[in-house]
């Protein structure tokens, strides 16, 4: 019997543990969806790329730095957000960004060496289905029912 309860124990461990990875960060969400878009050939960086996607209404989810300096670049941005209804995260620095849209030299080690800043990424294309993507969905729904 001892034997039988070792493993009901260690199910029940790797249970706890997936609740905890289900329970994940939404930035860390948002860097694997990132990298699943880059993968897939649904991201756009900078205002250009960023622009016009969305104003074709392509874009499905929009990332913004809040250490841009330029004021008109995110009023830019939030003005063709809201016109095409898209949700808008923010994301403390542009660095960071630019890191997780591929946008970086790494070392050996898969290390950040050297990272490239953006201020603005557009998600048109979220590949495929993913726990980080529904993460990140749920959280986006629960900030929008939050706003009404």
């Known amino acids: 019997m001892a034997d039988e ?7 029940a461990e790797e249970e706890v543990e997936e ?9 860390d969400a948002l860097k694997e969806v ?7 050939d649904g991201l756009r960086k900078g205002l250009h790329e960023c622009a016009k996607a969305l104003d074709r209404r392509s874009a499905r989810l929009c990332c913004l730095a809040k250490d841009c ?3 008109e670049y995110k ?3 939030r003005a ?3 016109e095409g209804e898209v949700s808008v995260i923010m994301v403390d620095a542009g660095k960071d960004l630019g890191a997780w849209c591929g946008l970086a030299k790494l070392d050996a080690d898969g290390e950040v060496k050297k990272a490239v800043r953006t201020s603005c990424a557009v998600i048109t294309d979220f ?7 529904t993460v ?7 900030q929008a029912e939050g706003e009404e």
Request: with cysteine; net charge negative; hydrophobic share 45%.
């Open 19 to 27: 609740e905890e990875v289900a329970e994940m960060n939404v930035l």
């Open 69 to 71: 300096e330029n004021e």
């Open 136 to 142: 990140l969905l749920d959280y986006l729904q629960k």
């Open 80 to 82: 063709l957000c809201a």
């Open 34 to 40: 990132l990298k699943k878009a880059l993968v897939h």
């Open 127 to 133: 590949g495929e289905e993913t726990r980080a993507l």
């Open 75 to 77: 009023k830019l941005i």
């Open 5 to 11: 309860e070792v493993p009901a124990e260690e199910i």
